[in-house]
């Protein structure tokens, strides 16, 4: 039996669920309303149909968070794993970074111990996007 039959088996009980009714003439899906809203309406009527949807929405909310607080769990583990992986990752990058400012280009002059590029525009580009880099980087490691 394959995943298509076995779903098609689910809907059928689920149908077949919703049009049997119990003593009192009323199917599953009017049980489950009356227990989940009827029964759980705070003290005071809710005037207009509105403010009655925000309150179910709001209470479909927090049931959602209730019964979902293991996945919740799980989803912080797993995004707290990934950030560190990320991390590492960020931080290979930012020393490679940093390997590459503090490191002079091109060949330096041996009477005076400068680079020969230093008076090229390109250089100062080089050296001020190193700059800005860098501060990304600290940004985005922080």
């Known amino acids: 039996m394959g995943v298509i039959e076995i779903v098609e088996k689910i809907l059928d009980a689920f149908l077949v669920a ?5 003593t009192n003439g009323k199917n599953i899906v009017l049980l489950a309303y009356t ?3 009827e029964n759980h309406q705070p003290s005071s009527l809710i ?7 925000q309150y179910e929405i709001k209470w479909y909310k927090e049931h959602f968070t209730k019964t979902h607080k293991k996945l919740g769990k799980r989803g912080s583990k797993w995004l707290i ?3 560190k992986a990320c991390f590492v990752f960020a931080m290979l990058i930012a020393n490679v970074a940093f390997a590459a400012s503090t490191t002079v280009s091109g060949v330096l002059n041996e009477d005076y111990g400068r680079p020969i590029l230093l008076e090229e525009i390109a250089f100062h580009i080089f050296a001020i996007s190193l700059l800005v880099y860098l501060c990304f980087l600290g940004t985005t490691l922080i």
């Open 35 to 37: 227990d989940v809203f």
């Open 18 to 22: 919703i049009q049997e009714e119990d």
């Open 81 to 83: 794993k990934t950030s």
């Open 47 to 53: 005037p207009g149909a509105t403010l009655q949807m």
